[in-house]
């Protein structure tokens, strides 16, 4: 008998029963290779005919007991050899490798022992790794781990399919040359009770467990068996190695488990993983066989349960023979005595097939027989040599010719299966390339309604600028413009106020003026003092002065209006006086002939001596002619416009007859009229003693002038009596004396007529000249008044001389504003408005545009000399720009 090696030691009560038997009947023709190594097995470097199996021993831990028993096993240095101590001596048994699962994880036990198998499997080797030991020894932890610690079936799996993690950086896989995704073939078999099932087929219908097996037994598929393999198995096939690994998780908890003395969860059945890689010829099949305990020491109690267990025995004590006839060398290898031997037979014949056997075995001494008996199991199994005379030298004659054609045509079968799955694969994948474009064109829809409104929004985005931009300049110019609106009110100020500082001049230097001809008029009448005329002149001027030494006011007002009536021609009275070819004195005058408009105020009076005899107790307004004094002759054409012209510069003169009023406390147009007395600044002692005349009872009894006929006329002048035409009903006047009124002989109608409505002021009733020479007579219509002189009016009769002008009154007013000397008209003007434009001149400036601009509106109706006297006034032409 040869012993182990470890037989030789001093402790040599325990042998291998069958060893050296064995041993001698193999190695006939070959030296065994007694230490493969394990890291390089599966590259051939074990020739054929060498060792077929390879045994590791793996000695389980029992991490949950907190009192570990003494272990009965000891690794021996060289890690190959193990020996199991005993109370009565100890049995080395040599092995190809020896871990402990106390110091080697399954990590470090799959990379040292396994690994190297699965890379000869993924090069074309056919390995066959199972699992043997006793229940409980550690064989299904080994070969599925936990959740902690993968097994072998799930590392070896990742490391032909790959996991996706590239470990090592994919170094070691490129250096050996493997791919990622390897296309394989899983078939997973259950062998329970010597029948074969398909743990991967939900279908039942092949057949079921009996009764007392746990549920869902009964809907595996029973196979059958032929030849070496079992028919109709369902495999899984891909590359994706989490897949797969998800199927037989399942089918691990599809196994038939069963609690034992031994095991809570005793595999009762053998099980069978077999990975095919068609595209190299590899295979791996992983075998976790059930556990190889005795009926007794699995405590199965009763008939059933003991053939149960003797069932499941029978596939290791068959495996054990084949290993024994194996390495007996015997001519007939009862491969058929058990399924499982029947589909491990191409692991045992084939020369490119390995067996790697794990022993599994426990430290516990109580474990102790079981642990001797596995470990004599392996060894023998370690024995077997494939020699020239095996069957496997014989394979392609007589039986195992056909073993060979069945094994082509389950290749070409798994071929065409490969065939199949490739062309499913790529028509999934064609669909998924439809799906997948697709979508693209989704994408790229999608991407362009997001650029449609990505250009949106930046169109808006620019719209918004724009606004933003607008908005900008608009509040610039809106700056801008207020800027130059307070310029533009800063020079309007400046101007106003220069404006009024040059007129506040302009007044002060007419004040001056006008004090100077007061001066100057003072003088004259010193130097006419001999004569009546002289003390009447001298007391009118006495009077003239009392005005204004009595009522300073006067004079301020008079230069008020002076100041408003700027633009009227009062320079040529300002002139020095000169001879008139009578010898009177007159002043020079710059525009022509001039006519003075003397103003009488007219007494009030009473009722009683209206309602007798309508007598004339008042104060007449004499006009008379001065164009005897002009230094040249005129033609009668100007005649009317100069004694227009200085009318208005009496009035000028006179002043404001508003103020005036004031003082009489007269009503105010009236008092314009009737009480204003004589301005000091035109009273020439001459001048004056022909313009103003006070009347009593109609008859001037200042007219001492000897050229002065019966009918009050001079040469040149006549008087006329003016009155209303008695017997009118609706005229509350009727009959009523108006004025006396002295006029150029060859004065007309109209020229009368100017006179008249100037005296009647704001009581201006429209009214005509009635029929001459007859009161009851017709009317003389406008248009003839001018053709008709008054010379050729009646004679008064009584008393009274001079012509009788008899007014009919007509309806509406029968004078408009602008038929009155503008000192009137400018009453008129204050009397009928309260606006501040009439409290000129130190009114601002708009208010002087505003009568300037209602003068201009005025100026074309009135007179033509009139206006073209407004418009050579520097007031008015200064207005005029500025309207411009
Ligand atoms: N190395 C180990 N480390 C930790 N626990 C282990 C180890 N080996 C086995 N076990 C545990 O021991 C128990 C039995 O193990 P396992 O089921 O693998 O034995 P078995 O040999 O497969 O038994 P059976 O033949 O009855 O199926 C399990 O709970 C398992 O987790």
Redesign the pocket.
């Known amino acids: 008998m040869a012993p182990t090696p470890s037989s030789k030691s001093k402790n040599q009560s325990l042998k291998t029963p069958q060893s050296a038997k064995h041993r001698l009947h193999f190695n006939l023709s070959r030296t065994p290779n007694p230490s493969p190594n394990p890291n390089n097995p599966a590259t051939g470097d074990a020739p054929s005919g060498d060792h077929p199996v390879e045994v590791i021993g793996r000695i389980?831990?029992h991490?949950d007991q907190k009192e570990k028993p003494a272990s009965i096993l000891q690794v021996n240095p060289d890690k190959q050899t193990l020996r199991v101590r005993a109370d009565f001596g100890y049995r080395d048994f040599t092995l190809d490798g020896v871990s402990i699962?106390e110091e080697e994880d399954l990590d470090a036990f799959y990379k040292k022992f396994v690994e190297s198998r699965i890379n000869g499997v993924k090069l074309g080797a056919k390995c066959t790794i199972m699992m043997y030991?006793p229940?409980?020894?550690?064989?299904?932890?080994t070969m599925f781990g936990?959740l902690k610690q993968p097994g072998i079936v799930y590392r070896s799996l990742k490391g032909i399919l790959g996991d996706g993690e590239e470990e090592d950086g994919g170094h070691n896989k490129e250096k050996e040359g493997v791919g990622i995704g390897m296309f394989v073939q899983v078939t997973v078999l259950e062998i329970y009770n010597e029948e074969i099932y398909d743990l991967l087929s939900s279908n039942g219908a092949g057949g079921g467990l009996g009764f007392g097996w746990p549920k869902g037994s009964a809907s595996k598929v029973r196979l059958e068996v032929m030849g070496k393999k079992a028919k109709n198995a369902t495999s899984i096939c891909g590359t994706d190695a989490g897949k797969i690994l998800k199927e037989i998780q399942k089918v691990e908890k599809r196994r038939i488990v069963k609690s034992?003395l031994?095991?809570d969860?005793?595999?009762r059945s053998h099980c069978m993983i077999i990975l095919d890689v068609p595209t190299v010829g590899g295979r791996l099949m992983l075998v976790d066989m059930?556990?190889s305990e005795n009926i007794e020491q699995a405590g199965q109690v009763g008939f059933e349960a003991k053939m149960q267990t003797a069932k499941i025995n029978l596939g290791n004590i068959a495996l054990k023979r084949v290993v024994e006839s194996i390495a007996n060398g015997d001519s007939h290898v009862p491969f058929r005595d058990s399924k499982l031997t029947m589909l491990l037979q191409d692991s045992f014949e084939d020369d490119k097939s390995k067996i790697l056997m794990i022993l599994?075995a426990s430290p516990d001494p109580k474990e102790i027989h079981k642990t001797i008996s596995t470990l004599e199991y392996g060894a023998k199994a370690k024995c077997i040599v494939r020699g020239p005379h095996t069957p496997v030298k014989d394979k392609f004659g007589g039986e195992d010719s056909s073993s060979a054609a069945e094994m082509l045509g389950s290749r070409i079968a798994i071929m065409d299966q490969f065939i199949h799955k490739l062309k499913m694969e790529n028509k999934q994948r064609e669909k998924e390339s439809k799906e997948a474009k697709m979508e693209l064109t989704k994408k790229e829809q999608e991407v362009a309604a997001l650029r449609a409104k990505l250009q949106l929004v930046e169109g808006k985005t620019s719209e918004e600028e724009i606004n933003m931009k607008v908005n900008e300049r608009m509040l610039s110019l809106r700056v801008e413009l207020e800027r130059k609106l307070e310029e533009c009110q800063r020079m309007a100020n400046e101007f106003v106020e220069s404006e009024r500082r040059r007129m506040e001049e302009k007044i002060f230097q007419q004040q001056q003026e006008v004090e100077m001809l007061r001066r100057r008029l003072q003088e004259v009448e010193s130097q006419l003092g001999s004569s009546s005329e002289e003390e009447e002149v001298s007391g009118f001027a006495k009077r003239l002065g009392a005005y204004v030494d009595e009522d300073p006011g006067m004079v301020k007002s008079m230069d008020l209006d002076m100041s408003d009536l700027e633009p009227l021609p009062i320079y040529p009275i300002l002139s020095a006086p000169t001879n008139d070819i009578d010898g009177n004195e007159v002043f020079p005058s710059k525009y022509g002939d001039k006519v003075c408009l003397s103003t009488v105020f007219e007494e009030e009076e009473t009722e009683e001596e209206e309602e007798d005899n309508e007598e004339v107790e008042k104060q007449m307004i004499e006009e008379k002619r001065v164009l005897s004094i002009t230094a040249k002759p005129i033609n009668e054409a100007d005649a009317a416009s100069s004694r227009r012209m200085r009318i208005q510069t009496i009035f000028t003169l006179c002043g404001n007859n508003r103020e005036l009023s004031r003082n009489t406390g007269a009503a105010p147009v009236l008092a314009a009229s009737e009480n204003i007395p004589p301005p000091r600044e035109c009273s020439s002692p001459a001048l004056v003693k022909e313009i103003f005349h006070v009347k009593e009872n109609g008859i001037s009894k200042e007219n001492n002038d000897p050229s002065i006929d019966n009918n009050g006329s001079t040469d040149s002048q006549i008087e006329v009596y003016v009155k209303w035409e008695a017997g009118s009903k609706e005229n509350q006047n009727t009959g009523k004396f108006i004025t006396t009124l002295k006029i150029v002989k060859d004065a007309s109608l109209a020229d009368l007529r100017k006179l008249i409505e100037i005296y009647l002021g704001s009581d201006n009733q429209a009214f005509t000249f009635v029929g001459l020479g007859d009161p009851a007579g017709g009317p003389v219509s406008r248009e003839k008044e001018a053709a008709v002189q008054v010379s050729k009016l009646p004679i008064c009769s009584g008393h009274l001389r001079g012509h009788l002008a008899c007014l009919r009154p007509t309806k509406g007013n029968n004078s408009p504003a602008h038929h009155l000397p503008l000192s009137l008209l400018e009453s008129k003007l204050a009397l009928n408005s309260h606006s501040p434009a009439h409290h000129l001149p130190l009114s601002p400036l708009e208010n002087k545009l505003a009568l300037n601009s209602h003068l201009s509106r005025q100026g074309d109706r009135l007179s033509p000399k009139v206006a073209q006297k407004l418009d050579v006034t520097p007031f008015v032409a200064q207005h005029s720009n500025l309207d411009a």
């Open positions: 389980r831990d991490p699962s030991g229940t409980g020894s550690g064989k299904s932890h936990c034992t031994c095991n969860r005793s595999s059930a556990g599994c």
